[in-house]
């Protein structure tokens, strides 16, 4: 169980493809059990008295079953069965972990440290790129991305939720960090990997960053923990944040060019602008959720609509997309009926009662919940592994505490 969900922490911030092996290195472990050493055939579903957090998982593969049976209003050409492979995993992995060892507290503390440390090398490498073999950063006030080992919007959350995480174990006390001195280093780490996804000016990023360190610091006061101390550390965050805007000339192009093309939109110009045809995208969305509200275009054929609405309301523009917002991909795609079913998968790792006071869940879950207002997260086998990943770890952790 651990060696797979190693694998797959460290897949995320490099391969798409040990991604996949470690999904399938789960699905396959979860039908055996070495309970005297030796392994041997473990059928699904020969216990049936499952936790509130097993329950949760049972609602993930209401997602396959939706896209698929969109199928039966849409065409189902090659656009169709691409979504249809991308949600697989809705299907399999919350039914593996039903059937998976459950991690405790020690196992969860260690494979956070190990995303932690992936993400500071994968820093390193990017840092290397940049400083050692030269990027001229000025490209960020043309609306590209500084080169990143995976999408860099993707990549931006993960760093974001690594240095959240290193908080997290540094407030927490971990069992795993016993000495002063690692705690410290990890809390170190969590400042400096904030200060790289400033510098790395993804807007995503900043924001996951943001309402992470919010959400702690709501949760602590909540928690009734030292109101001066926190007062202090949200003062820190933010002369941290203002001397990054003036330290870092990423940061300045960023917000230089999203202001100018945001302006060019409101303009009504922006057809060979990046932002601007992203929200372009969810106009249309809300057009083809609007001529279909019911049950939507169906998968099959969403990708078609999209595109035969921007040739009509922007011939001009240089290219078209599917919706940059998951709410409204699922409102076109799935119409009214399956937004409310959707939404209420995707809430449902939220209504546990133990899952609200722990605070990395929350910080996974609301940042994805936010993130879902400015793209479709889960249209990306990377967003959706992000997601789908962290959740079952969380819920499989929960799961235990359940059982306990």
């Keep these: 169980m651990l060696f797979f969900a190693i694998i797959i922490i460290i897949s995320l911030f490099f391969s798409r493809y040990l991604l996949s092996v470690g999904m399938f290195g789960w699905l396959a472990l979860s039908f055996f059990e070495a309970p005297a050493g030796r392994w041997k055939w473990k059928p699904w579903f020969t216990e049936l008295n499952y936790s509130p957090s097993q329950k949760v998982m049972w609602a993930f593969p209401l997602v396959f079953l939706i896209t698929a049976l969109s199928l039966l209003w849409s065409s189902p050409g090659d656009f169709a069965w691409s979504r249809i492979r991308l949600v697989l995993p809705f299907l399999g992995l919350p039914l593996a972990f039903l059937h998976l060892p459950r991690l405790n507290r020690r196992d969860l503390d260690l494979l956070w440290i190990v995303l932690i440390f992936t993400a500071v090398v994968s820093v390193l490498g990017v840092l290397y790129v940049l400083i050692l073999v030269g990027v001229d950063t000025s490209i960020l006030g043309k609306g590209q991305h500084l080169p990143t080992p995976?999408?860099?919007?993707?990549?931006?959350?993960?760093?974001?939720?690594?240095?959240?995480?290193?908080?997290?174990?540094?407030?927490?006390?971990?069992?795993?960090?016993?000495?002063?001195?690692?705690?410290?280093?990890?809390?170190?780490?969590?400042?400096?990997?904030?200060?790289?996804?400033?510098?790395?000016?993804?807007?995503?990023?900043?924001?996951?960053?943001?309402?992470?360190?919010?959400?702690?610091?709501?949760?602590?006061?909540?928690?009734?923990?030292?109101?001066?101390?926190?007062?202090?550390?949200?003062?820190?965050?933010?002369?941290?944040?203002?001397?990054?805007?003036?330290?870092?000339?990423?940061?300045?192009?960023?917000?230089?060019?999203?202001?100018?093309?945001?302006?060019?939109?409101?303009?009504?110009?922006?057809?060979?602008?990046?932002?601007?045809?992203?929200?372009?995208?969810?106009?249309?969305?809300?057009?083809?959720?609007?001529?279909?509200?019911?049950?939507?275009?169906?998968?099959?054929?969403?990708?078609?609509?999209?595109?035969?609405?921007?040739?009509?309301?922007?011939?001009?523009?240089?290219?078209?997309?599917?919706?940059?917002?998951?709410?409204?991909?699922?409102?076109?795609?799935?119409?009214?009926?399956?937004?409310?079913?959707?939404?209420?998968?995707?809430?449902?790792?939220?209504?546990?009662?133990?899952?609200?006071?722990?605070?990395?869940h929350l910080q996974v879950q609301l940042i994805f919940l936010a993130a879902f207002l400015v793209e479709a997260s889960w249209q990306s086998s990377l967003g959706l592994g992000i997601h789908l990943v962290f959740t079952l770890l969380y819920l499989s952790y929960f799961s235990n505490l359940e059982r306990a």
Excluded: C
């Design 150 to 360: 995976v999408n860099p919007i993707r990549y931006s959350i993960l760093v974001a939720i690594s240095s959240l995480f290193a908080f997290n174990l540094y407030y927490r006390r971990s069992p795993l960090l016993p000495q002063r001195w690692m705690r410290i280093s990890f809390l170190l780490l969590s400042i400096l990997l904030a200060l790289f996804v400033m510098y790395l000016s993804v807007r995503s990023g900043w924001a996951a960053l943001l309402l992470g360190f919010v959400l702690t610091a709501g949760h602590l006061l909540w928690q009734g923990r030292n109101a001066k101390k926190l007062f202090w550390g949200l003062l820190g965050f933010s002369v941290l944040a203002g001397a990054a805007y003036f330290v870092f000339p990423t940061i300045q192009y960023k917000i230089n060019y999203s202001i100018y093309d945001f302006d060019n939109y409101m303009e009504g110009g922006g057809d060979y602008f990046s932002d601007a045809t992203r929200w372009r995208s969810m106009e249309i969305a809300g057009r083809v959720f609007l001529e279909h509200p019911y049950i939507g275009t169906g998968v099959g054929d969403l990708k078609d609509e999209m595109h035969t609405e921007f040739k009509i309301h922007y011939p001009g523009s240089s290219k078209f997309l599917l919706p940059h917002n998951q709410y409204l991909y699922w409102l076109a795609a799935y119409g009214f009926f399956g937004f409310i079913i959707l939404l209420a998968v995707v809430l449902q790792p939220l209504r546990i009662p133990g899952a609200r006071s722990e605070l990395g």
